[in-house]
């Protein structure tokens, strides 16, 4: 099992920028394909970003252009860039390690945008 601690979370005004990070255990980081996800209050938890272990990334329709995902391998950390934020975006935001077919999650890191 990969250990995620995600940090970077906090309360921001309505076209501010916030930037989460994962931190995962292991060796093994450059193999994990790594992703970020978020759950609203009441709502399901919702895709947001993908980075794959060759550096290819994929972003949600709702973030893309204002969302950017990378990450350091030489740190074993991943990174969420978030701009231009929108009340909408406030959630818990989680990431997850997927790794020869098993998903690690993170405990969340809550991000609150105020209008």
């Known amino acids: 099992q990969v250990q995620l601690v995600e940090s970077g979370g906090g309360l921001v005004q309505a076209g501010g920028s916030l930037r989460l990070s994962c931190a995962a255990s292991g060796r093994s980081f450059s193999s994990y394909h790594m992703n970020w996800f978020r759950q609203a209050p009441g709502k399901e938890r919702d895709f947001v970003a993908k980075i794959n272990r060759y550096g290819s990334t994929y972003v949600a329709d709702s973030v893309r252009g204002r969302f950017t995902i990378s990450r350091d391998n030489t740190k074993n950390t991943v990174y969420l860039q978030m701009n231009s934020l929108k009340p909408e975006d406030t959630a818990v935001y989680y990431c997850?390690?997927?790794?020869?077919?098993?998903?690690?999650w993170g405990q969340g890191t809550q991000v609150t945008v105020s209008s």
């Open positions: 997850a390690a997927d790794q020869e077919g098993r998903r690690s």
